[in-house]
């Protein structure tokens, strides 16, 4: 079974400057996807980037991008120029490409990320 | 833009008592899922849907039923809710088929049974 694991139950970063939250997973697949999730406080999950375990270069969606190292199974995600809506709980989660079409996500346990200005 | 409603943000109950969480999505999703959520154990599946009236388990069922009568609605069912069903409640719908689809969450459901 595979399993996502969330090492930083949390972590600091001072507005403005650049931080990285750490994702391992274990899976004896070779074709999969990879998301990170942010749940702000008392707001709805939302997803921030996501990575397809094919392809090699490493998604990016303006201040967010990730780490994808495919061997050692690490998907990390890095924020750059925090800012103080970046405050949340973030999830790092795993879905299967030979799980059929039901898209279930396995989830890490989360890294609550706090922004001080 | 994409919806995903849950019928309460905090509900308190006794124990015993049958408790339905409601989960109402409006982007016409075929895939629908309930998450438990503890602080240090992450989302865990409870169960999910992939059609009206399509059900399966997921890590978590013990203690938990489901119904899907319509496409859009998916509630969740406590028969006999107990102490240890105390916790956030989240509904989730998504497209169904391969691919590197998001799954949508709603506010979430902070469940208390006293």
């Known amino acids: 079974a595979q399993t996502v694991t969330q090492s930083q139950p949390e972590m600091s970063v001072q507005e403005a400057e650049t931080v990285t939250l750490s994702c391992t997973y274990d899976?004896?697949?070779?074709?999969?996807?990879l998301f990170w999730y942010k749940q702000p406080p008392s707001r709805q999950m939302i997803l921030v980037i996501r990575?397809?375990?094919?392809?090699?270069q490493n998604a990016t969606e303006n201040r967010f991008s990730v780490n994808f190292q495919k061997a050692a199974k690490s998907f990390s995600l890095k924020i750059s120029d925090s800012q103080l809506g970046d405050a949340a709980m973030y999830f790092c989660?795993?879905?299967?490409?030979?799980?059929?079409?039901?898209?279930?996500?396995?989830f890490g346990t989360g890294t609550l990320l706090a922004v001080q200005p | 833009d994409v919806k995903v409603t849950q019928s309460s943000r905090y509900l308190v109950k006794r124990t015993g008592e049958k408790v339905f969480l409601e989960c109402v999505q409006d982007?016409?999703?075929?895939?629908m899922f309930w998450y438990r959520q503890d602080p240090g154990l992450g989302l865990r599946l409870i169960y999910f849907?992939?059609?009206?009236?399509?059900?399966e388990k997921g890590d978590i069922p013990e203690g938990y039923s489901v119904s899907r009568e319509k496409k859009e609605r998916f509630s969740l069912i406590l028969e006999s809710a107990s102490t240890n069903q105390t916790s956030m409640y989240l509904c989730?719908?998504?497209?169904f088929g391969p691919g590197s689809y998001e799954q949508y969450f709603g506010p979430g459901t902070r469940l208390t049974v006293t």
């Open positions: 982007m016409d999703h075929e895939n």
């Open positions: 989730a719908s998504s497209l």
């Open positions: 899976t004896s697949e070779s074709d999969y996807y």
């Open positions: 990575q397809e375990a094919y392809k090699q």
């Open positions: 849907s992939y059609d009206v009236k399509m059900k």
């Open positions: 989660a795993y879905r299967s490409a030979y799980g059929g079409a039901t898209n279930k996500l396995i």
